[in-house]
């Protein structure tokens, strides 16, 4: 378990990574997040919501309305996660390939200067 500090740290880490792996750990915080915001009720309380709006408000835009985002809170704690499609591009040309080869689907060639 993470605070909010660590959680942002490890999304955005690229320092030992390359940017697929970062785009994954993104989703795995966002997953995290819907779940932790289910167990505390905050997607089926409307108060709640207009609670988590306020809070971003200072780090978040958006054009939706409050009554919107409560509709999309209501339809987004409905949904289960193993219903929910999740990709992001890798540098694995095909599942169970261990290293891509040259001409290869996002084939990261070498990062020596020529």
């Known amino acids: 378990m993470f605070?909010?500090?660590?959680?942002?740290e490890?999304?955005?880490s690229r320092h030992t990574t390359s940017d697929f792996d970062r785009s994954e750990r993104q989703q795995v915080i966002l997953s995290a997040l819907k779940?932790?915001?289910i167990?505390?009720?905050y997607l089926s309380k409307p108060s709640k919501i207009k609670e988590l709006f306020?809070?971003?408000g200072e780090n978040f835009e958006t054009?939706?309305?409050i009554t919107q985002?409560?509709?999309?809170?209501?339809?987004?704690r409905s949904v289960p996660d193993h219903l929910v499609y999740k990709a992001n591009l890798n540098d694995s040309c095909n599942l169970?390939?261990?290293?891509?080869?040259?001409?290869?689907?996002?084939?990261p060639g070498s990062r020596e200067l020529m």
């Open 10 to 12: 490890y999304a955005r």
């Open 54 to 56: 306020v809070a971003f």
């Open 96 to 107: 169970g390939v261990t290293a891509c080869e040259p001409g290869g689907l996002l084939y």
């Open 39 to 41: 167990e505390l009720g």
């Open 3 to 8: 605070d909010g500090e660590t959680a942002l």
């Open 63 to 65: 054009n939706l309305t």
């Open 69 to 76: 985002l409560i509709q999309a809170a209501s339809i987004v």
């Open 35 to 37: 779940a932790k915001l």
